[in-house]
């Protein structure tokens, strides 16, 4: 359960809070019934603002498009105009990164944040490649002054959750992202992560996120539809 409020609210019944940062709350129940229950609560008391259960993401296949984009053209223009090139920080949210990878060429770098349940502490060395396979596109198709940061919010099975990408994006955003890069969806609206784009897009970070694989509308896949 997700609790957004001025101060840390009494624990309903019997849970631990995990997380609490930026005036929000993370309570673990033992069963779903126990948890809407506590949702209902917390809704109630006048120094929340909302609460909410917890939400599963997943994440998107993906599309290897350096011909289609032309990234080696863009790349060579770049460098044949003498651009002065400032360093840009991408945010990867994802299953994390193969850090010893020979094609990254030290410019994927560990956030040392792991927010989901597999894995390493303290790291977002990646259990599973779709991480990987996305800093990798960056990395093929970005100049050497792009630099992607690896944030760990997805399992080795490719899923997580909202309070898990809510945190991966304020880390992100503290640690200077120029750019937020989301591989990742959910059906499901989630006050926290709402909340957390809202935030970074009003510092000026650019937020990326898939659509889903089906080629429907972009207002059924959270949080593209943000």
């Known amino acids: 359960v997700i609790v957004k409020a001025t101060s840390q609210p009494d624990t309903y019944k019997n849970a631990e809070c995990v997380v609490g940062n930026n005036n929000r709350y993370i309570y673990q129940y033992s069963d779903a019934e126990t948890a809407q229950k506590a949702v209902?609560?917390?809704?109630?008391?006048?120094?929340?603002?909302?609460?909410?259960?917890?939400?599963?993401?997943?994440?998107?296949a993906l599309s290897y498009g350096n011909y289609m984009m032309q990234g080696d053209e863009a790349k060579e223009y770049i460098t044949e105009?003498?651009?002065?090139?400032?360093?840009i920080i991408v945010a990867v949210l994802d299953t994390g990164a193969y850090f010893d990878s020979p094609a990254y060429n030290g410019r994927v770098i560990d956030s040392g944040y792991n927010f989901s349940d597999t894995?390493?502490?303290?790291?977002a060395e990646s259990d599973h490649p779709h991480g990987d396979y996305v800093s990798t596109i960056i990395v093929d198709n970005t100049s050497e002054n792009v630099k992607v940061?690896?944030?760990?919010?997805?399992?080795?099975?490719?899923?997580?959750t909202n309070s898990a990408v809510s945190l991966g994006i304020d880390m992100a955003v503290a640690d200077g992202a120029d750019i937020?890069?989301?591989s990742l969806g959910s059906e499901v609206f989630s006050n926290a992560v709402y909340d957390s784009i809202k935030n970074a897009h009003s510092k000026g970070i650019v937020i990326v996120c898939a659509a889903g694989n089906e080629g429907d509308d972009v207002s059924k896949h959270y949080p593209a539809a943000f």
Do not use: H, R, T
């Open 40 to 60: 209902e609560y917390y809704n109630e008391l006048p120094y929340v603002k909302w609460a909410e259960l917890d939400g599963i993401v997943e994440s998107q």
């Open 81 to 87: 105009s003498n651009l002065n090139k400032e360093e």
């Open 119 to 123: 894995g390493i502490n303290n790291s």
């Open 149 to 160: 940061y690896a944030y760990k919010v997805l399992d080795e099975f490719g899923y997580g």
């Open 180 to 182: 937020i890069n989301m």
